[in-house]
């Protein structure tokens, strides 16, 4: 009767100690899943092809209208560059990528309490922020440690945010209308790109003989 007691002791703690390892797991397991590169590089170019093709295809689209579109795809961006800071164990990738989730936390809190926002001020507000997270992806695209294939999509994606910028820094007047065309091409553009790289790298992944070497 003692041996049967000790037995289903042994055997309640054994399962308890499972238990207590498998939760504290859990929080690993999903770091690696869901914050894994392909995963948020996938999670960020679908919503922002599908907002691209929403803001080229409304017709006679207002500022207000403009305003939420861009508001969504920045909560977004600022979602995807803290997954990918949180998924990081680096302290300088990390800073930058909470700076890039910050700056676009602020780019869309801001378009959304600005009382009557003009065009000409949203296209200028929209231009300062996609220079400077053009800067900042090209900076992170020289950081220690990155492969060579999400070095590539990072140098590719902030070239494309700086002549985002640039053409609107040429063109602060071009309207509403234009104004969501030409971030809708280019919300298209960044889509497709990360979409693309997160099929790469899930690739990449699954065969060794893919695998790339770290920068130095």
């Given at each position: 009767?003692?041996?049967?007691?000790?037995?289903?002791?042994?055997?309640?703690?054994?399962?308890?100690?499972?238990?207590?390892?498998?939760?504290?797991?859990?929080?690993?397991?999903?770091?690696?899943?869901?914050?894994?590169?392909?995963?948020?590089?996938?999670?960020?170019?679908?919503p922002a092809v599908v907002?691209?093709?929403?803001?080229?295809?409304?017709?006679?689209?207002?500022?207000?209208?403009?305003?939420?579109?861009?508001?969504?795809?920045?909560?977004?961006?600022?979602?995807?560059?803290?997954?990918?800071?949180?998924?990081?164990?680096?302290?300088?990738?990390?800073?930058?990528?909470?700076?890039?989730?910050?700056?676009?936390?602020?780019?869309?809190?801001?378009?959304?309490?600005?009382?009557?926002?003009?065009?000409?001020?949203?296209?200028?507000?929209?231009?300062?922020?996609?220079?400077?997270?053009?800067?900042?992806?090209?900076?992170?695209?020289?950081?220690r440690g990155e492969k060579?294939?999400?070095?590539?999509?990072?140098?590719?994606?902030?070239?494309?945010s700086i002549a985002f910028?640039?053409?609107?820094?040429?063109?602060?007047?071009?309207?509403?209308?234009?104004?969501?065309?030409?971030?809708?091409?280019?919300?298209?553009?960044?889509?497709?790109?990360?979409?693309?790289?997160?099929?790469?790298?899930?690739?990449?992944?699954?065969?060794?003989?893919?695998?790339?070497?770290?920068?130095?």
């Amino acid at each position: 009767m003692a041996n049967a007691t000790a037995s289903g002791e042994v055997g309640q703690r054994t399962v308890h100690s499972r238990f207590v390892s498998g939760t504290r797991r859990l929080p690993r397991i999903w770091k690696v899943t869901m914050l894994s590169s392909p995963n948020v590089l996938l999670w960020r170019g679908l919503p922002a092809v599908v907002i691209g093709i929403v803001s080229v295809t409304w017709p006679g689209i207002t500022v207000g209208a403009f305003v939420i579109l861009f508001a969504v795809y920045a909560f977004m961006s600022a979602a995807t560059d803290a997954a990918r800071a949180f998924a990081g164990d680096r302290v300088g990738p990390v800073l930058g990528w909470l700076l890039l989730a910050l700056l676009s936390l602020a780019a869309g809190v801001i378009a959304l309490a600005w009382p009557g926002i003009t065009a000409l001020a949203l296209t200028i507000w929209i231009a300062a922020w996609a220079l400077t997270t053009g800067v900042m992806e090209i900076v992170l695209a020289f950081q220690r440690g990155e492969k060579a294939g999400e070095r590539a999509l990072f140098l590719l994606t902030g070239l494309v945010s700086i002549a985002f910028a640039f053409v609107l820094f040429v063109r602060p007047d071009i309207g509403a209308v234009s104004l969501a065309t030409v971030f809708g091409l280019f919300s298209i553009v960044y889509g497709v790109s990360a979409v693309f790289a997160s099929f790469e790298e899930r690739r990449r992944r699954t065969d060794p003989s893919r695998s790339e070497p770290t920068s130095a």
